[in-house]
């Protein structure tokens, strides 16, 4: 197994387990940068959430529940199950404090 597929599968399997060292509030927080996924009436769709950034770049994609990392020409995708209800929290943030021009 190449090491991004191993980074980006220790990711996947910590959301499924719950296994997070910190709160999904904090996680959150300690991501390098979050894009919210919004539809035309700016309502909320999901979220990608960057992890890693600079070899590889990790991405967690709540809309499908997927971990992809990029690295050169590799690529990788690993599928998860939201057992920390990480894609209910991002919603919850979005609805706080982003605000959507129409």
Excluded at 1 to 26: Q, R, V, W
Excluded at 32 to 57: T, W
Aim: with cysteine.
């Amino acid at each position: 197994m190449s090491d991004l597929k191993t980074m980006c599968k220790s990711f996947a399997d910590d959301i499924t387990n719950g296994e997070l060292a910190l709160s999904e509030y904090d996680f959150i927080d300690n991501c390098l940068d979050i894009r919210y996924i919004v539809d035309s009436k700016c309502q909320y769709l999901g979220a990608q959430l960057l992890v890693s950034f600079g070899g590889p770049n990790i991405w967690i994609h709540t809309m499908d529940n997927t971990v992809r990392g990029y690295w050169y020409n590799e690529r990788e995708e690993v599928s998860f199950t939201d057992n920390i209800n990480l894609d209910d929290t991002c919603s919850e943030i979005y609805s706080e404090n982003m605000r959507c021009s129409k």
